[in-house]
C-alpha cells in the first residue's frame, strides 16, 4: 500500500521560514519553525513575553480567543503596524488595553509579533514552543 505524502515525511525535520523582507523589506527571517513547536531564539523570546504578560487571560492558552479575539484570525489580517499601534494604544471600547506602559512588551514586539504570526500562519503547530538547538 503506497504511503500518502504526509506518511513519507514523517521523522522528517522540517524547518519553516517567514521572510521578514515580505513584510518589513529586510533580510533576516520573521521566524524559524522546526517540527512545529521548536523556534528560533527571537520567536521563543516572543513566546516568554506572550507568557509573561498572561494575554492568554483573554485571547485563550492557544490563542484562539476568550473574552478577546482569536489571534490565530487577526493576526491573517492584522499589519505589524496595526499589531503595533493595538499592543501601544489599545482599543479600549473593545476591553483591550494598552501595553505602551509595560517595557518587557515595547521592547519586545518584534519577537512577540513573530511568535503570533508564526501561530497564525500554522507554521508553529503548538502554542507552547521550545527553542531550537
Known amino acids: 500500500m503506497e504511503r500518502g505524502f504526509l506518511g513519507r515525511i514523517a521523522g522528517l525535520a522540517l524547518a519553516v521560514t ?11 527571517p520573521l521566524y524559524t519553525v522546526e517540527d512545529g ?6 520567536t521563543y523570546n516572543g513566546f516568554k513575553v506572550w507568557r509573561a ?15 478577546g479575539p482569536s ?9 505589524r503596524d496595526d499589531f ?19 517595557k518587557k512588551v515595547m521592547e519586545n514586539l518584534d519577537d512577540l509579533y513573530a511568535y503570533l504570526k508564526g501561530r497564525s500562519d500554522g507554521a508553529i503547530t503548538s502554542a507552547k514552543v521550545k527553542l531550537m538547538k
Open 71 to 79: 489571534l490565530i484570525d487577526s493576526l491573517k489580517v492584522l499589519t
Open 18 to 28: 517567514m521572510p521578514l523582507a515580505a513584510l518589513a523589506g529586510g533580510d533576516k
Open 84 to 102: 503595533s499601534k493595538v499592543l501601544t494604544e489599545g482599543r479600549m471600547a473593545k476591553g483591550m488595553p494598552a501595553w505602551n506602559t509595560n
Open 37 to 42: 513547536n521548536k523556534v528560533d531564539a527571537a
Open 53 to 67: 504578560a498572561a494575554c492568554d487571560r483573554c485571547h485563550g492558552p492557544n490563542q484562539e480567543g476568550l473574552v
